[in-house]
């Protein structure tokens, strides 16, 4: 009783928790992760049939959401939910059913998923547990079965009602068709399930006893004149339902039984069901404006059915072969007809409609599949026909009078108001006019070699469409006005093959053409269904091979006008992601293609536009915190692979904006550096990347890490890593003294490890670099400064360089001694790396026992004896085991490391990127637009750096700039996930001044964040950075940074503010940080007496503590209290009942510095 009891509150719990889901509009990743949560509810009887209408509202709410995969995610967990939590027995198979149809097929549950075997298991288990449905009561069956609950809505929708007689009705909803489908297919897999092999015969039986009804309706469709429209387009919806359903998704449909057995009962009605449309199409019995959807529904069926014989191999025996021919026949009998100027009437123009629409379709058919050219090459009458079309000819308005006769009492007024009115007309003209442009795109393609090159035109044509293209790149314009964007397609088609033929002689017209298309494509958002392929056929015939190359050749407006069109779309994937990606990945195609060709490899298309590769090289934006998080959680799903139906059902589109970056670096892979024009374009790309560099290094002398800034660097030292083995000597003669210059450039970790990497490989494979290496050890300690780091880290590898080199001697007597004389800097930093580069340097000379060094011995012996040995666990020791311990200098190997694998996601994890910058391997496996190049074996690290997390060193990159990253643990939790709520700046910039000077020399540092956003007065927050960087507090949180810059400040902090991590925090944004603070793992205290605060003196504080003072004056606001995780207040005996904030936060700060070292066994502050 007590369990039953239980069980009815967590069933009321948990209904009113799904309603509560639905009493606002959710963003994508709330609604996911709250699907999520109900998916994992131990399975248990706790909904009803309120609960399966909750969550149907539930999933409606999903769909407004405009991130595809995670609302198909959420509709999967919200299914497993239904099944794991639902009471069968309190409802039907017919709610079931209806529950299913909430659902998009195409995004969530699709056949051959694992989520549709879950399903299906789930059915099994429960189909003899379901309420009996209506369906079933009402023919005689008590007790439900699946299958006698499919068999039965299949019988009622083959049925036809006595009211569905009249012949100008309106075409049936495709819900019924669905949901029919969507039970048939899960009734014989169910049934699949029960029998351990599941044999043809078996499968054929039950879909037999399922699909009867249908397919006797299918066999009589040519015989029986009188059978009620409405009746056949239902059961011509369910045959398109079934055969789209059916398709399994994520492995091959051949080896799918019920597939195969489907299609073989489809195939067999044929013969009825194309001799039905033919009649329908042909014989004047569309008239009406509702036919037009009638129409759209046959010539479907009639195009599924042709892929349903080219499947199985084609005959010209076959039925389907004739139907075609004379539909196409009748189409163009009709349309020559129509013309003779006689008054229009409804019927007239739904005919006219309808056979250019039939044309489009047996045109469509002929361009897909070479298999049904019914003429030879030579022109035929649906060629001469085609080629002699009126384009753009628009349909004259039939009287509103005769529109009427036409119509059937019960639908006249609708008919009438939808074809009078303008714009439902104008939607009946513009696709008739699409039909004709995609009439004439299979035509363009057929006959492209007749296609005259000259302004000049044929006097005679006998195909005038193509053989007078100016007259047709002219009507393609004008139906470019006219056309909505979701029509234009075939447009686009034409202009592909006419841009390429005219671009000499018209490049007005062209470019014209451009402008015009590219405001169309502009106008559209990205979430529309038609962006996509409008986008992918515009760079098809704007950024065509053909095209770059003769724009390139004659250098005229052309060219300048698609370098602007490129730039434009780089800028718009900013905004919409994945655009560039279209573009790039086209492009590359091309020009692979275009090199195979010719016997040198010619890119001479694709130097002319190396800006391309370029930007796509270093092209990747910074993500607001909102876009950041969708980011993530896509990706999330994407990891969980098979797991989620919704990855198998929906095709990856490979749209983020790694995929550009894989396309071009994949592209660069595939060139040869043998080849004179590969070379070519290499060392183009090559310089403009250094330009790059220098640009970005020029326009901002300080930048933080993670900022855009830091990122295009970044990404442009791994391209040249990329393109390094197939540099020469002589270009990099050329280069090599920029390169050079880099390493003395204010630079992120990662990229000062990238730039190391290319000097160690240059001098490997180039030992006569060797002199201007050593001339930059030569520059002068106030040029050098800390940058001297960057070249004693390249000498720690000298082992590497001279690999190769016979006479070690004289290279490692330079090395000693170079090394030996920064030993003795008076920086410590550079200290530290000097002495690591000579404790390496001096093993390899003890292992050539050079007798030549005995003179060095002592002093070097000395040196290193001395490090080695020193006393205690001061900051310094610690820092010399740290750098040995570094992964640069422990694991690292220049040249076995050498791979994309590295360069990508490696080194960038291991030296403190943001993830976004990390490119797995598998990203770059997965993009297969762009193959591998033969015999490429560089994709994987084959030694422990792969291994490496970035907790195994905690070595900082001391000596380098000022603004490096610190890699310090500690360090690298603050750098990755502090928001840059200082926004003022366009690039996303952190604002973030980490002085990173105290770390570098190993100062301890504690997880205590400080937060003095409310304190207002300089002396305050001067006295507070004091007190936080004695202690080691990790962040000083201020309002405002300008604040270190008073004297008041200065005067009280002592120069603290120079070794402390300060961030800028105002005010306002105080709640979204402690908000994100509380989800990083922060407790938040609060120092402020209320009625539930805690003495100090009983508090323990956690390692991770986020510490907020109040102002002077007023404390902590209310809706601040509010965040906070506890309240700590100070015990107090005088009469005066308050500190000065800053004593306040002495306290605080030292009570937390005293019990953390207790808890680490210190007894030293």
């Known amino acids: 009783m007590r369990f039953q009891r239980a069980l009815c509150i967590a069933g009321s719990f948990l209904l009113k928790f799904i309603r509560k889901m639905t009493s606002r509009h959710w963003c994508a990743v709330p609604i996911l992760f709250l699907s999520k949560a109900l998916a994992n509810v131990p399975r248990h009887k706790a909904l009803g049939i309120d609960g399966l209408l909750a969550l149907r509202d539930v999933i409606h709410c999903t769909m407004i959401t405009h991130q595809i995969l995670l609302r198909g995610a ?61 369906t079933c009561s009402s023919i005689g069956l008590h007790k439900t079965s699946l299958n006698a609950y499919v068999k039965s809505i299949v019988q009622e929708y083959v049925k036809s009602s006595a009211w569905e007689t009249g012949e100008n009705c309106f075409m049936p909803d495709w819900f019924e068709a669905k949901l029919v489908s969507l039970m048939v297919l899960l009734a014989v897999d169910v049934e699949g399930m029960k029998t351990q092999y599941s044999g043809k015969q078996r499968t054929e039986n039950v879909l037999r006893i399922f699909l009867d009804p249908l397919l006797d309706v299918l066999m009589k469709f040519s015989t ?190 609708s008919v009438l108001e939808e074809s009078s009115s303008s714009q439902g007309w104008g939607k009946i003209v513009a696709q008739y006019i699409h039909d004709q442009w995609v009439c004439l795109s299979f035509l363009l393609k057929k006959y492209h070699t007749l296609i005259p090159t000259t302004g000049s035109e044929i006097l005679e044509p006998f195909l005038p469409a193509v053989q007078m293209p100016i007259r047709t790149l002219q009507s393609a314009l004008e139906a470019l006005t006219v056309l909505s964007s979701d029509q234009v397609l075939p447009v686009f088609h034409c202009l592909k093959v006419l841009v390429p033929k005219l671009l000499t002689s018209s490049e007005s017209l062209c470019i014209e053409s451009f402008d015009m298309a590219w405001k169309i ?115 999330f799903i994407e990891n969980l692979g098979h797991d989620c139906a919704a990855n198998i059902v929906m ?73 390094f083995p197939r540099l020469d000597q002589n270009f990099l003669n050329g280069i090599i003294d920029r390169i050079f210059q880099a390493g003395f450039t204010n630079n992120q970790a990662s990229i000062k490890y990238f730039i190391e990497w290319i000097i160690i490989l240059i001098l490997h494979k180039f030992p006569q670099f060797l002199p201007k290496f050593w001339d930059c050890f030569s520059y002068g300690e106030e040029n050098l400064k800390t940058s001297i780091c960057t070249f004693l880290a390249v000498l720690s590898h000298l082992d590497i360089i001279t690999q190769n080199i016979p006479e070690k001697k004289l290279i490692l007597k330079q090395a000693l001694i170079v090394v030996l004389q920064w030993c003795f800097n008076h920086n410590f930093s550079v200290r530290l790396y000097a002495l690591v580069a000579l404790k390496k340097l001096w093993t390899v000379c003890k292992v050539l ?73 598998d990203k770059f496996t997965r993009f297969t637009d762009v193959p591998l190049a033969a015999g490429f074996q560089w994709y994987l690290s084959q030694t422990q750096l792969s291994k490496l997390k970035p907790g195994d060193w905690s070595q900082q990159d001391i000596g380098t700039n000022l603004v490096e990253a610190d890699n310090q643990a500690e360090w690298t939790d603050v750098q990755k996930k502090i928001i840059p709520w200082n926004s003022r700046v366009s690039d996303l910039d952190l604002e973030l001044l980490f002085q990173d000077r105290a770390a570098r020399l190993g100062k301890s540092i504690s997880r205590l964040i400080v937060v003095a956003s409310l304190i207002d007065k300089p002396t305050n927050l001067g006295g ?123 306290l605080l700060i030292w009570e937390y510095t005293r019990q953390q070292l207790l808890s680490h066994g210190d007894t030293k502050p």
């Open 74 to 134: 959420a509709q999967c967990y919200l299914l497993q939910t239904a099944m794991n939590l639902l009471d069968v027995e309190k409802v039907s198979l017919s709610d079931v059913s209806t529950f299913l149809m909430s659902l998009r097929q195409e995004e969530s549950l699709g056949r051959g998923t694992s989520l549709w075997t879950e399903l299906c298991d789930w059915l099994r288990v429960n189909e003899s547990y379901f309420k009996p449905s209506p």
């Open 224 to 413: 029986n004149a009188y059978m009620p429209l409405l009746k056949t387009d239902r059961c011509l919806q369910l045959l398109l339902k079934l055969l789209n359903t059916c398709r399994l998704k994520g492995s091959s449909a051949q080896d799918d039984e019920v597939s195969t057995v489907l299609q073989n009962f489809f195939m067999s009605t044929t013969e009825s069901i194309s001799e039905f449309i033919l009649r329908r199409l042909t014989m004047n019995e569309l008239n009406s404006v509702s036919d037009l959807d009638r129409c759209h529904l046959y010539l479907m069926v009639l195009t599924e059915l042709i892929n349903l014989h080219l499947k199985v191999g084609w005959k010209r025996g076959n039925p389907i072969w004739r139907v075609i021919s004379l539909l196409k026949n009748a189409s163009i009998q009709h349309l020559q007809e129509m013309d003779s100027g006689q008054e229009p009437t409804v019927g007239s123009q739904i005919q006219r409609v309808v056979s250019m629409a039939a044309l489009a379709m047996v045109c469509e058919a002929i361009d897909q599949k070479p298999e049904l050219q019914l003429d030879s090459l030579h022109a035929g009458p649906l060629e001469s026909f085609l080629s002699s079309l009126q384009l753009n000819q628009t349909l004259q308005k039939p009287h509103a009078e005769e529109q009427s006769s036409y119509a059937h009492p019960l639908e006249c007024s």
């Open 521 to 635: 494509i502009s106008s559209l958002s990205n979430t529309q269904l038609i962006f996509w392929a409008n986008l992918k056929a515009f760079v098809q015939f704007v950024f065509d091979n053909k095209v770059l190359t003769i724009a390139a050749k004659i250098k005229g407006q052309a060219y300048f006008k698609i370098k602007e069109i490129m730039y434009k779309i780089i800028e718009m994937s900013a905004i919409k992601t994945g655009v560039f990606n279209t573009l790039i990945s086209y492009c590359c195609q091309s020009w692979i293609v275009s090199a195979s060709n010719v016997s040198q490899g010619s890119l001479s298309s694709a130097k002319n536009y190396s800006e391309l590769i370029l930007e796509a090289c270093i092209f990747g934006t910074v993500f607001r915190r909102d876009q950041r998080l969708v980011q993530d959680v896509q990706t």
């Open 651 to 723: 095709e990856n589109t490979k749209r983020e904006d790694h995929y550009v970056r894989i396309c071009a670096v994949k592209f660069l892979c595939l060139l040869d550096g043998s080849n004179m024009s590969h070379k070519l374009f290499i060392e183009d790309l090559a310089i403009k990347l250094l330009d790059k560099d220098e640009l970005v290094s020029k326009s901002k002398k300080r930048y933080y890490v993670n900022s855009l800034q830091h990122r295009v660097k970044n990404r442009v030292w791994q391209t040249l890593l990329v393109l």
């Open 849 to 921: 026992s050079v007798e030549e060094f005995d003179a060095l011995t002592p002093v070097i012996e000395s040196s290193l004896h001395q490090v080695e040995s020193m006393h205690g666990a001061g900051n310094a020791k610690k820092n010399w085991q740290r750098i040995q311990e570094h992964f640069f200098f422990a694991t690292f190997h220049p040249l076995k490391d050498y791979c994309l694998e590295t360069i990508f996601y490696i080194l960038p994890r291991l030296s403190g990127l943001i993830e976004d910058e990390w490119i797995t391997i």
């Open 1024 to 1146: 507070l950075c004091r007190t936080c960087e004695v202690f080691g507090a990790s962040v000083l949180v201020v309002g405002s940074l300008q604040c270190i810059s008073d004297k008041q400040f200065q005067h009280l902090s002592v120069s603290a503010e120079q070794w402390l991590p300060l961030v800028e925090v105002k005010p306002p944004q105080l709640i979204d940080y402690l908000q994100q603070k509380k989800t990083e793992g922060y407790t938040i205290i609060g120092v402020e007496q209320t009625a539930k605060s805690l003495d100090l003196t009983q508090y323990c504080f956690p390692e991770k503590s986020l510490l907020l003072l109040g102002n002077e004056r007023e404390g902590i606001p209310a809706n601040l209290i509010q965040q906070l995780d506890v309240c700590v207040e100070i015990p107090q005996q005088g009469i005066i009942r308050s500190l000065n904030v800053h004593v306040s936060g002495a």
